[in-house]
T-cell receptor, first 114, second 111 residues
Framework: DAGITQSPRHKVTETGTPVTLRCHQTENHRYMYWYRQDPGHGLRLIHYSYGVKDTDKGEVSDGYSVSRSKTEDFLLTLESATSSQTSVYFC?????????????FGEGSRLTVL | EDQVTQSPEALRLQEGESSSLNCSYTVSGLRGLFWYRQDPGKGPEFLFTLYSAGEEKEKERLKATLTKKESFLHITAPKPEDSATYLCAVQAAGNTGKLIFGQGTTLQVKP
C-alpha cells in the first residue's frame, strides 16, 4: 500500500474559521492531489502539486489554497470555512514518477462546517 | 467539455450473477481511462488503466474493456466481497495527471 496519511481524519468546525488538512506521503512522489467527494458530484479536483512550491488549480479551487514546502507534505487550507465546504477530502499521489491517472488515495478527511 | 457518465447508479446482483457496468465519456483526446474501486469510508483503490480502443484488462473476476466512446467493467460470477462503488475516470491528452471522475456505480452482491 502507498504510504499516504491524512490528518485529521474527522473535523467539525464553525463557519468562518480557518481549517488546514494535511497529507503526508512516504513514497517520494512528485505529484500530489487534493480531491473532494460529494454525493451527486463524485470526486472533483481542488488543487494539485507537481513539485515543491509548484502548485496549480483544479476545477473547484475557489475558497481553497495549498502549500507544498517539502516533497512529502501537501497542505490544503480553507481560509474561512463555509457550509458548502462540508465534504470528504481525499489526498492522492501518482502511482509512478510523473503525472498519471494511476492514483493512490489516502483514507480521507471528513470535514463538517456548521 | 470533458465528461464522464456511469450507469447504472446502483446494481444489485445475486452471487454468481454476471453483469456489466458502463462508463461513457466525452474527452478531448483520451490519454487514459481508469477504473477504481471504493469501499465505504475508504479512499478509491486503483484497478485498471486502458489507453486505446480495443484494449482489455483482467483481474480476478473483473474485466475492463474500452471503445472510442465507452468502457465496460464486466463482473463474472461476483461474490459478496465484490460489493463496492466502482468509479471510472478519464485523463485528457495534455493534462498533467488531472482526472475527470464519473459519479460511480454502487454494486451490491447478495449471497
Amino acid at each position: 500500500d502507498a504510504g499516504i496519511t491524512q490528518s485529521p481524519r474527522h473535523k467539525v468546525t464553525e463557519t468562518g474559521t480557518p481549517v488546514t488538512l494535511r497529507c503526508h506521503q512516504t513514497e517520494n512522489h512528485r505529484y500530489m492531489y487534493w480531491y473532494r467527494q460529494d454525493p451527486g458530484h463524485g470526486l472533483r479536483l481542488i488543487h494539485y502539486s507537481y513539485g515543491v512550491k509548484d502548485t496549480d488549480k483544479g476545477e473547484v479551487s475557489d475558497g481553497y489554497s495549498v502549500s507544498r514546502s517539502k516533497t512529502e507534505d501537501f497542505l490544503l487550507t480553507l481560509e474561512s470555512a463555509t457550509s458548502s465546504q462540508t465534504s470528504v477530502y481525499f489526498c492522492a499521489i501518482s502511482g509512478r514518477e510523473g503525472p498519471a491517472g494511476e492514483l493512490f488515495f489516502g483514507e480521507g478527511s471528513r470535514l463538517t462546517v456548521l | 467539455e470533458d465528461q464522464v457518465t456511469q450507469s447504472p447508479e446502483a446494481l444489485r446482483l445475486q452471487e454468481g450473477e454476471s453483469s456489466s457496468l458502463n462508463c461513457s465519456y466525452t474527452v478531448s483526446g483520451l490519454r487514459g481511462l481508469f477504473w477504481y474501486r471504493q469501499d465505504p469510508g475508504k479512499g478509491p483503490e486503483f484497478l485498471f488503466t486502458l489507453y486505446s480502443a480495443g484494449e482489455e484488462k483482467e483481474k480476478e473476476r473483473l474485466k475492463a474493456t474500452l471503445t472510442k466512446k465507452e468502457s465496460f467493467l464486466h463482473i463474472t460470477a461476483p461474490k459478496p466481497e465484490d460489493s463496492a462503488t466502482y468509479l471510472c475516470a478519464v485523463q485528457a491528452a495534455g493534462n498533467t495527471g488531472k482526472l475527470i471522475f464519473g459519479q460511480g456505480t454502487t454494486l451490491q452482491v447478495k449471497p
